[in-house]
């Protein structure tokens, strides 16, 4: 079975377990946002590929979901000694050496694409993680400070900001003109079933259906289209997606993603049994629903998700 | 009094604090090496600037006179484990901080000169250090390797093949074509007094001299130029400067190499109380010479050195 999942980072990154685990079999293809990437100290970082690669690879710090495993900070200490910043975004010295080296390949002229593979040539993921685009896309966040209109990078929004003041809009710079990168639209047309896990349904799974070319591949491809709630009880499980769902007038119910994606591009969608009325309004809108426990607390919680989502995906191909 | 420096790494800075400590109320220009500067992981390196910097600002290894004190490596070995390298280059996690700090400062089109003033703000060395250049000159040997003749950069002669086999020849490549850093040439003008430390007087001395103008600037400045021998013994003291010295011709004597500088440049020459004997073809040669101790045990026995230098070079003036 070939499966194609959109991730964003934590999330996206932990359903993953979940999904090699109740599928081991299975060819799995991971389509990274590459939206919230930086340039920090000359370093290109990218946050969520990265994420999904420490944590498939048995190199995360599990506790906090992002960032290399028995970090130190050595490197930011001293940059900032110097007075370089910014503090806010907290880069380790193990963390650091993957930077270092993805920005050496691509300075080299390598595409992101095959620099993420040469990274995971060490990591071993068990996927195939594949950029969004070999593009610079990077997600902007329009918030009002002081009364006057600003775009901040996304990771300025979250990290630094912490998601404490109102989104007003997201922004995907660059989207328009990037195009997949290779191997992103064959392993769409080539799936038997694509995921969406419970990410970030504006910043991580929005961005990169806006690329464009794939949200059309997915809608064209013919298999069964099954997505995961990333709001339970009316808000989002971690990170800031209310406040992104507000910016592009969308509700943070788990109802309202589902109908924000739409009946032409999901054909499935899953909600935790706390939202399990919300199933009735999905069904409505042409999406077949099905209301299951969605935290993933453990790593049996989670198989057990990804377990439900392509048994979701058997019912819909029928 | 305003003395001027020309050092290299470890010999320079160590004497460097035995002077600072003898003459308190002195203004000291170090005139430093770029010679060994190199790029790794795409960071701009230069071991000798940073050598002085951190020995006089308090953040030197004392033990091995080099990176930094309480040093990690964490960067370093998660680099190897992606198989970047070299591994035999040992930069530690916050030696990395500086050069990524520089290589920025570099890359936004600051040159050296200001790039190592920024750095010092930090360190407050106490010294006012210069580049001798902000032109690029790299030091390479000329070796034979299997039969054949390769020019390895210095690092690699002197780090990885730790100068086991024969130096055939020394270029800094690029040093005709290069132009003193901003103040060089000023500092030299202005000093009461020019000291060349024991400090290799090949790679470290003979390639600053090797920069069009520096040479000549000290030779006409018309103030005291008082040398100390880094050879005791036959030997260097430490490091390969037996090696280089072959390589141009010069024996490894405390005599021959003042005869290398000779007494177009120099007006003094301390020789250590081993080589007392040689004092008498130092004097022939038409160098003041003197025979003192000259091991830099500790702080005491390098400042009675610098005392020494000091002292020569008034007997000099006359």
Redesign the interface.
């Known amino acids: 079975m070939r499966i194609v999942v959109l991730a964003g980072g934590i999330g996206g990154a932990r359903f993953l377990r979940g999904l090699k685990a109740t599928a081991p079999e299975a060819d799995i293809t991971v389509i990274g946002n590459t939206g919230d990437d930086i340039h920090l100290?000359?370093l290109k970082v990218c946050p969520d590929l990265d994420t999904v690669m420490y944590t498939l690879g048995g190199g995360i710090d599990e506790e906090q979901g992002w960032g290399r495993s028995e970090e130190?900070f050595?490197?930011?200490s001293?940059?900032a000694?110097?007075?370089?910043g910014p503090e806010w975004f907290g880069l380790?010295?193990?963390d650091?050496?993957?930077h270092?080296?993805r920005?050496?390949m691509l300075?080299a002229g390598y595409p992101l694409s095959a620099v993420t593979e040469a990274?995971c040539a060490?990591w071993q993921p068990g996927v195939r993680l594949l950029p969004m685009s070999d593009d610079r896309v990077e997600t902007h966040v329009a918030v009002d400070i002081d009364g006057e209109r600003r775009a901040v990078h996304f990771q300025e929004y979250w990290v630094r900001l912490r998601a404490s003041v109102e989104a007003q809009a997201v922004v995907p710079v660059g989207a328009e003109q990037s195009t997949p990168a290779p191997g992103v639209l064959e392993s769409i047309a080539e799936a038997d079933v694509v995921l969406f896990p419970p990410s970030n349904p504006v910043v991580s799974v929005g961005t990169i259906l806006a690329v464009p070319g794939i949200r059309e591949a997915i809608a064209e491809a013919g298999v069964p289209v099954v997505g995961l709630s990333p709001i339970v009880g009316n808000a989002p499980v971690r990170g800031m997606a209310d406040k992104v769902l507000a910016a592009v007038g969308v509700e943070s119910t788990a109802a309202a993603v589902a109908r924000h994606y739409g009946s032409g591009l999901l054909d499935g969608w899953l909600v935790d049994t706390a939202d399990a009325e919300a199933a009735a309004e999905v069904e409505e809108a042409g999406i077949r629903c099905r209301a299951v426990p969605l935290m993933m607390t453990d790593l049996d919680a989670t198989t057990a998700m990804a377990n439900e989502a392509l048994a979701l995906a058997e019912e819909v191909r029928g």
């Open positions: 100290f000359g130190t050595q490197v930011k001293e940059l000694a110097y007075g370089v380790g010295d193990r650091f050496a993957t270092i080296v920005t050496q300075g990274l060490r």
